[in-house]
């Protein structure tokens, strides 16, 4: 068994109160929006801003601090004392709550189910059968990276690369996926007929998911940090990221792309595409080319 403890404060001591919660002993913090759910209710996207230096929206001026606790005769003294630490001057209502001990392998699974991304292809996490044994399939554990499948923006990139390699079956192009997280655009590209994929991500956690989500799928991936040299150039880049970073890379993806090459980009949100565009109009014209629940493909060609 173990203890749930809520508390509401604004954005100015929610991380200082995360972090006086977790030296009081608790083994998980998270923040919430305290209003979700409401019509008051403020989206986050956690992007950096262009200088990377972090968030680009502070947190919402209600928050809501979780900390899951052991049980203890003391927790709310020790809670108290957190607030204390944290600047807070009233301590907060405390709104505590039993959580049964359970299999979050299990219960973590249960979230993720095959997705079907169209007739060709199917994302089965590798706890899952086939559904349909005759597609091809991508075997996926996404471990401790971005990419299960599920969202939109791994949908329309997953689309746009069954469409440009099935169109010219005889062909077998050259592909970037640069921000790879578990390597699903890698393996898609590489199962639908790609020459060579090179997988790049910042995240040491990533490639280690990539290397290992292509060897359950009996596929060669190339994988490198991106801080390592990038020099190649490819048929297909694919970027799943975020507008920010994908701005600050426009002339490194842009010069990536080999003559008649493609390039597609998302992680966008409709309302910023244009914003993408300029920043890569001075090596190449761009295109909104599809949009799913609110985020957009952009698509371009050298």
């Not at 001990?101 to 292809?121: C, G, H, K, S």
């Not at 690369?161 to 699903?184: M, N």
Request: proline fraction near 6%; aromatic fraction near 6%; hydrophobic fraction near 45%.
């Amino acid at each position: 068994m173990w203890v749930s403890v809520a508390l509401e404060t604004d954005a100015a001591h929610a991380d200082a109160l995360s972090d006086a919660l977790l030296a009081a002993g608790a083994i998980s913090v998270s923040v919430e929006d305290a209003l979700a759910g409401t019509d008051l209710e403020t989206p986050q996207f956690g992007e950096p801003d262009a200088s990377g230096s972090g968030p680009a929206t502070p947190l919402w001026n209600e928050s809501r601090v979780v900390a899951l606790f052991d049980p203890s005769e003391d927790l709310i003294g020790r809670i108290a004392a957190a607030t204390v630490a944290a600047g807070i001057d009233d301590l907060p209502e405390i709104e505590l709550e039993d959580v049964p001990e359970q299999d979050w392998v299990r219960l973590t699974q249960a979230q993720f189910d095959p997705i079907r991304v169209n007739d060709r292809l199917w994302i089965v996490p590798s706890w899952h059968a086939a559904p349909d044994p005759d597609a091809i399939n991508l075997i996926l554990d996404p471990g401790l990276a971005f990419g299960t499948g599920s969202h939109p923006t791994t949908y329309l990139c997953l689309q746009w690369l069954t469409e440009i390699l099935c169109a010219d079956p005889g062909k077998h192009p050259s592909v970037l996926d640069y921000g790879c997280g578990s390597g699903i655009l890698g393996i898609a590209a590489a199962k639908l007929g790609a020459a060579s994929v090179l997988g790049v991500d910042i995240d040491d956690n990533a490639l280690i998911a990539a290397r290992d989500n292509a060897a359950n799928n009996r596929v060669t991936l190339a994988l490198r940090h991106s801080k390592e040299p990038l020099d190649e150039r490819f048929d297909i880049v694919i970027a799943n990221i975020l507008t920010n970073p994908l701005c600050v890379l426009a002339p490194l993806l842009a010069g990536r792309i080999a003559a008649g090459g493609r390039i597609a980009l998302a992680g966008v949100l409709a309302s910023q595409a244009e914003q993408v565009i300029a920043a890569y109009a001075p090596w190449l014209g761009l295109r909104v080319g599809a949009e799913r629940e609110g985020w957009v493909r952009l698509e371009g060609k050298c």
